[in-house]
C-alpha cells in the first residue's frame, strides 16, 4: 500500500464494515514497522477484460503485473492489513470492494498476507472474525486456521461474539505443504496468482 491508495482505502472499509465506524489510520499504519497492508490494484474499468485478468496488484508486491502509462488511473479493489504482534502475524482486516466480491481477490489477499508473515519470520496467523460470518470462517479454515475461543460482545455497534481464529506454525514443515496445496487449488481454478515477495 502507498500514501496515494488511502483514499480509495478508506472508501472501502467504510463500504465494508458499515454501520462499525473503524477508522483506520492508515497514515500512521504505513509508517508503522510492525504493520504491513496490501492492496489489489485493478486496470481502469474500460482496459479491464471480463476474466479475472483485472487483478493486476496486491499491495505493491505484485504492482509489476500490469505496465501502467502514467495517466492511467490505479483502482483498489480490496485490501489486508497484518499486524507484527509478537510472533503473530495478526490480520486486523481484509475488505473487498462489493462490485468486485465473489471473484477470490479476498482469497488473494489472505494468500499474501500469509506469505508477508512467513517472510517476516512469523511463527503463526490469527484474527477474530464475527460470529454470524460463516462465509469468512470457511475461507479461513481452507487455509488452516482453527477457533481458538470466542470474544463476548466484540463489535461495538450491535456487541455480536468474535471468532477467535489461529493457525498452527506457519513454518512447519506440514503446513507449508498444506499451504502450497492450497495455493496450487487457486491457480488450478482459473485464477491468477502472481505475487512475488
Known amino acids: 500500500m502507498k500514501s496515494q491508495d488511502i483514499d480509495q482505502v478508506t472508501g472501502i472499509e467504510k463500504e465494508a464494515f458499515y454501520p462499525l465506524t473503524i477508522?483506520?489510520?492508515?497514515?500512521?499504519?504505513?509508517?508503522?514497522?510492525?504493520?504491513?497492508?496490501?492492496?489489489?490494484?485493478?486496470?481502469p474499468e474500460s482496459a479491464m477484460s471480463a476474466q479475472l485478468?483485472?487483478?493486476a496488484g496486491l499491495f505493491g508486491i505484485i504492482r509489476n503485473l500490469f505496465i501502467k502509462s502514467p495517466s492511467e488511473a490505479v483502482n483498489i479493489a480490496?485490501?489486508?492489513?497484518?499486524?507484527?504482534?509478537?510472533s503473530e502475524g495478526h490480520i486486523s482486516e481484509i475488505a473487498v470492494k462489493k462490485r468486485f466480491r465473489g471473484k477470490g481477490l479476498g482469497e488473494l489477499l489472505l494468500i499474501g498476507?500469509?506469505?508477508?508473515?512467513?517472510?517476516n519470520g512469523l511463527q503463526m496467523m490469527g484474527l477474530e472474525v464475527r460470529a454470524s460470518n460463516v462465509q469468512a470462517q470457511k475461507l479461513y479454515q481452507k487455509y488452516y486456521f482453527q477457533e481458538n475461543g470466542i470474544r463476548k460482545g466484540y463489535y461495538s455497534n450491535d456487541k455480536e461474539?468474535?471468532?477467535?481464529?489461529?493457525t498452527e506454525l506457519i513454518h512447519s514443515n506440514d503446513y507449508q505443504r498444506k499451504f502450497l496445496d492450497r495455493q496450487r487449488q487457486y491457480l488450478?481454478?482459473?485464477?491468477?496468482?502472481?505475487?512475488?515477495i
Do not use: C, P
Open 53 to 55: 485478468s483485472m487483478v
Open 188 to 196: 488450478d481454478s482459473g485464477k491468477q496468482l502472481n505475487i512475488n
Open 78 to 86: 480490496g485490501y489486508v492489513g497484518i499486524w507484527f504482534q509478537g
Open 113 to 119: 498476507a500469509i506469505r508477508i508473515s512467513i517472510s
Open 23 to 43: 477508522g483506520t489510520s492508515f497514515t500512521i499504519q504505513l509508517r508503522n514497522k510492525y504493520s504491513r497492508y496490501l492492496v489489489i490494484e485493478t486496470r
Open 161 to 166: 461474539d468474535a471468532v477467535i481464529m489461529a
